[in-house]
């Protein structure tokens, strides 16, 4: 019964799930507003930027910002909880700190040393500060 049915060598399925995952990387990377915390400032900067060079100057402001913006909010959502519970926030914060920082140097040697993979990887660290910050709204949002 199995011999009806035409063999896939898996060379060719491993090679389809590269492409899939590729396109599905590629299409995550080409959307930096998936965080609701971007900020507008940035995606009008990313639209005039003409080069590497622009990019990079659109990519670290927007970096500044959504520090900023997590430092603040986790000062808030700090300020709003018990001492255990701040407790926990405090090591989840240190947790996500760490987290950032392995994801940091896994992406280092994942993209390559030219402009295009440095700024990926930069803006990829700026989406995972924002997505975080966005995460810490949410947690103060529930306490309202």
């Known amino acids: 019964m199995l011999a009806q049915y ?3 060598p898996l ?6 799930g590269l492409v899939a995952s590729a396109t599905a990387t590629a299409a ?3 959307a930096p507003a998936a965080s609701k915390g971007v900020s507008a400032s940035y995606t009008s900067c990313e639209q005039r930027a003409h080069g590497a060079i622009e990019q990079a100057a659109c990519i670290s402001q927007e970096k500044t910002r959504q520090d900023q913006r997590l430092n603040r909010v986790y000062k808030q959502l ?8 701040k407790a926990k926030l405090v090591a989840a914060q240190r947790a996500w700190l760490t987290s950032r920082e392995l ?3 896994l992406e280092a040697v994942l993209y390559d040393d030219s402009q295009p993979g440095n700024l990926q990887g930069s803006q990829t660290d700026m989406l995972r500060l924002s997505a975080r910050a966005d995460q810490l709204q949410r947690y103060l949002d529930l306490l309202d």
């Open 6 to 8: 035409t063999r896939i």
């Open 11 to 16: 060379r060719a399925l491993l090679l389809a």
């Open 28 to 30: 995550t990377a080409a």
């Open 78 to 85: 700090q300020a709003r909880l018990d001492a255990p519970r």
């Open 103 to 105: 994801d940091g140097r």
